[in-house]
C-alpha cells in the first residue's frame, strides 16, 4: 500500500456517505471489521485523487478454516478523480451529515476535500 497518498475517504457505493481514512492503520482496522460488508463497487480515493476499487478475494478452499480468509486488496483504476468531481460528492455528504449550508462548500484540491470530510464527521 506504498503507492497510496494519506488521508484518503472511503466512498460507499449507492450511499451518500463517505470515511475519512488518515492512515493506513485506520484502512486496516475498517477492512478487518468490515471485510464482508463492503462491496466491489466502493471506492477508496487518495489525497492525490487516485481512486482504487476494492477487490475481495474469492473463499478459500472449504476444506480450511471458514475463519480463514484474505483480506481485500485495493486496485488502482485508471481513472483518477479531479476536484470538480469530487465536489458534488462532498456536498452531498454534508448534505447527509445535516450541514445546513452544504452547497456553499469549495475547495480547490483533493487534499483540502478530504481535509473538508474530516471537519464534517467532526461536526456531526
Known amino acids: 500500500m506504498k503507492h497510496i497518498h494519506w488521508p484518503a475517504i472511503l466512498q460507499f457505493d449507492q450511499d451518500d456517505e463517505l470515511m475519512y481514512l488518515p492512515n493506513y492503520q485506520d484502512w486496516l482496522s475498517f477492512i478487518c471489521a468490515n471485510q464482508y460488508t463492503v462491496c466491489t463497487q466502493d471506492k477508496l480515493i487518495d489525497s ?29 483504476l485508471d481513472q483518477n478523480m479531479n476536484v470538480l468531481q469530487m465536489l458534488p ?26 481535509a473538508t470530510v474530516a471537519e464534517l464527521e467532526q461536526l456531526y
Open 48 to 76: 492525490t485523487g487516485h481512486v482504487y476499487h476494492i477487490q475481495k478475494h474469492p473463499p478459500l478452499d472449504p476444506s480450511i478454516d471458514a475463519n480463514v480468509t484474505e483480506l481485500p486488496q485495493l486496485i488502482k
Open 89 to 114: 460528492i462532498v456536498r452531498q455528504f454534508g448534505q447527509f451529515q445535516g450541514h445546513c449550508c452544504s452547497a456553499k462548500i469549495i475547495f480547490t484540491t483533493i487534499e483540502q476535500g478530504i
